[in-house]
């Protein structure tokens, strides 16, 4: 979907001088401080890991780390990242905020600039993106500087996922394909719901030499994976995608990006 009036207002507005202001009180709308979080990896792979339930002893080192930076601290890299093309391999940075549930039913002034930028996101009746605001998750938005991937995950929820600056790659694959996925399913590990592998490996596997070291197990899997049906697309400025329920995505930031989502209700057809 494109075309849509807030989405384009959004793009104009979400400067990054713009979005610091909000993290950091100087905002001049008049709207509550967001608060947000820096992530880091080791390269450009970040596996989604809950923290409390990570065990290095029996897991390794967790896939990222939370930084104290500033969302100014996390442009700058992302800017520096587009103007070098940053290798894979180098450190990469992502920030993240969430907009709990409860803040529609809340007074509007009472909102903060994403709610207010992205009201058919955060009504309280439904709207087309949003559409059993009852069962909605709230508003998640991921800052992603080039070459941030994300792990391959589903979400148990109709999902609504708006582009507002720059670009990435979504790969789709349908619920069938799980088993191919390396989809970790039990509930008490911290990455349920998601893959630990990283796809954009597939491409080395016939490789005679390469500088990522990857297990026999790993590589085993991605062969398994590389046969999972998949659809890609580029979710561009101003695009709103719809990733139906149990949907498995896996997402390439291309250049430096900004991109909301919001999830509302499991599709029963």
Known sequence: MYNVPEVGRATAKWTDEYVASHFNGNNADGAPQSRGACQ???????????????????????????????????????????????????KHYYWQLGVPKEERLQNERHWTFVSRDLPSFSSPQPTFFGFNPKAQKGIQCRFGERGVTAATHYDGGRNMIVMITGAKRYILSPPNACSKLGIVTSRRHPSFRHSMLNFGRVTLLDKDETSVEMSDREKEWLRIAGDAPTLSTVLKSGEVLYVPSHWFHYIVSLQKSAQCNTRSGVSHS
């Open 40 to 90: 880091q990896s080791v390269d450009n792979f970040f596996a989604f890991h809950r923290p409390q339930l990570w065990s290095e002893d029996l897991l390794g080192p967790p896939p990222s780390l939370d930084l104290d930076w500033t969302f100014d601290e996390w442009a700058r890299h992302a800017v520096y990242a587009d103007a070098v093309s940053l290798p894979v391999t180098e």
